[in-house]
């Protein structure tokens, strides 16, 4: 089972901030089949990037991903409100499929 | 639109099964290149994938869990279920159902539900 850590755990910024979260995978995601998703409160998950850098549609593009093999990349080029929230990378080219323990990005 | 909407008991007892489905509509269950998933989330943590049906009818689960999850489908009715036998405490979740494609390579879920909320409790 690919286990991914995400880092940090939490990131205290305000908005217009550009913030940047890590995944590294226990090895080698294939085809770079990495997704990125955000979650807030009481709310299902929701799709923001895959395959490591393809943005989901109706995704603003200052949601970027990047990375391939196991390190990956989650940026935002300038905090909106509407973006602190949890965010879950997830692996999806070898089964299990496996979730990171998330990010959250908080107001400071 | 795709949408999903899980339903099902909110609370389950201990050693009993727990039993969801989720109805889908503006999409048919059995279209090509469709997969069908369920995923969890006890409260506060973080996100686990419990299994997935493809459009006809092969099942993939987490290893996990494997030996507790049976997942179903009635075409008739658009929906697809969940079994889960034995429930512990450990069980309690947010149970969510999602959607994803397979066409030319792999997608993650890109459509979920609502999510439900399941209790063990006696």
């Known amino acids: 089972e690919i286990v991914l850590t995400q880092s940090p755990g939490t990131l205290s910024l ?83 499929w496996t979730f990171g323990q998330g990010t959250k990005v908080e107001i400071k | 639109q795709v949408q999903l909407q899980e339903s099902g008991p909110g609370l389950v007892k201990p050693s009993e099964t727990l039993s969801l489905t989720c109805t889908v509509s503006g999409g048919s269950i059995s279209s090509s290149n469709y997969y069908w998933g369920w995923i969890r989330q006890p409260p506060g943590k973080g996100l686990e994938w419990i299994g997935s049906m493809s459009y006809d009818g092969n099942t993939y689960y987490n290893p996990s869990l ?15 279920s969940l079994k889960l036998s034995s429930v512990t405490v450990a069980d309690a979740a947010v149970y969510y159902c999602a959607r994803r494609v397979e066409l030319g390579g792999s997608y993650p879920f890109d459509y979920w539900g609502q999510g439900t909320l399941v209790t063990v409790s006696s």
């Open chain 1, 14 to 96: 305000s908005p217009g901030e550009r913030p940047t979260l890590s995944c590294r995978a226990s090895q080698s995601v294939s085809n770079n089949y990495l997704a990125w998703y955000q979650q807030k409160p009481g709310q299902a998950p929701r799709l923001l990037i895959f395959g490591a850098s393809r943005r989901a549609t109706g995704i603003p593009d200052r949601f970027s991903g990047s990375g391939s093999g196991t390190d990956f990349t989650l940026t935002i080029s300038r905090l909106e409100p509407e973006d602190f929230a949890v965010y879950y990378c997830q692996q999806y080219g070898n089964s299990p």
């Open chain 2, 66 to 80: 494997k030996s507790r999850v049976t997942i179903s489908a009635d075409t008739s009715k658009n929906q697809f």
